[in-house]
């Protein structure tokens, strides 16, 4: 049992260069999430989903889009790297019993 | 908006002492939940505590408490016998709309052997 699976776990990206990070869960849960973590401060929500078909934006979405065809599959993609999206980016599923968010291991990109 | 403040931006603890995190939220839902979030330097998010904030009884998990204080919007985390293990980054974190969390900036916490 997997759970929350993330690929690539790091990446290095030129400027301008595009790229999908790929997020697949297991738990069968509806509402998925992206967050990006800066370097030594909290994380912020890109984009989620309450369900197949359904994306939102959270508080920091410019530079990304998302899809959501599947229960299974969430992947964030970058379009045009800039340096400012060099950060640790966490997809999560929402546990609905215990109201907790399960993560996966995050992935670390940088754009040089 | 809902925010999650941690003041703190670091703490020292020596082994087997007590130490507690701080953590103030506002929020607007009437049902919320909140969590405290260890983050290792392995950088994995791993839960530590959860409060359902309808309920008035202190959430515990062994060595880890909070102190819930609902009308003053206050969570604190409280760590007894701290071990060398508990070295990490510390996210306090509440519920809003659509089950989003917003994270606090985050305490670094040091246990000292």
């Known amino acids: 049992n997997a759970g929350v699976t993330q690929t690539p776990k790091f990446r290095i990206l030129k400027i301008g260069q595009s790229m999908t990070l790929q997020c697949a869960q297991d738990m069968n849960h509806n509402y998925m999430y992206w967050y990006r973590q800066d370097p030594g401060m909290g994380l912020k929500l890109i984009y989620y989903s309450v369900g197949a078909g359904i994306t939102d934006k959270g508080e920091v979405p410019n530079g990304y889009n998302v899809s959501r065809s599947t229960t299974e599959d969430f992947p964030l993609r970058l379009e045009l790297a800039a340096p400012s999206q060099t950060s640790v980016y966490f997809c999560?599923?929402?546990?609905?019993?215990?109201?907790?968010?399960?993560f996966g291991e995050g992935s670390r990109l940088t754009v040089l | 908006a809902q925010t999650v403040t941690q003041s703190q931006p670091e703490m020292s603890v020596q082994e087997a002492e007590t130490v507690t995190l701080s953590c103030t939220y506002d929020?607007?839902?009437?049902?919320?939940?909140l969590f405290w979030y260890k983050q290792p330097p392995s950088r994995q998010m791993i839960l530590v505590i959860r409060?359902?904030?309808?309920?008035?009884q202190n959430a515990t998990e062994n060595r880890f408490s909070v102190n819930f204080q609902k009308a003053a919007k206050s969570f604190s985390l409280k760590i007894s016998d701290s071990q060398l293990g508990d070295t990490a980054m510390y996210f306090c974190?509440?519920?809003?709309?659509?089950?989003?969390?917003?994270f606090g900036k985050g305490i670094t916490l040091s246990v000292r052997p």
């Open positions: 974190a509440s519920t809003g709309a659509n089950s989003k969390l917003t």
């Open positions: 999560a599923v929402h546990g609905v019993n215990t109201g907790e968010l399960f």
């Open positions: 409060q359902e904030a309808y309920k008035q």
């Open positions: 929020t607007s839902e009437n049902n919320y939940y």
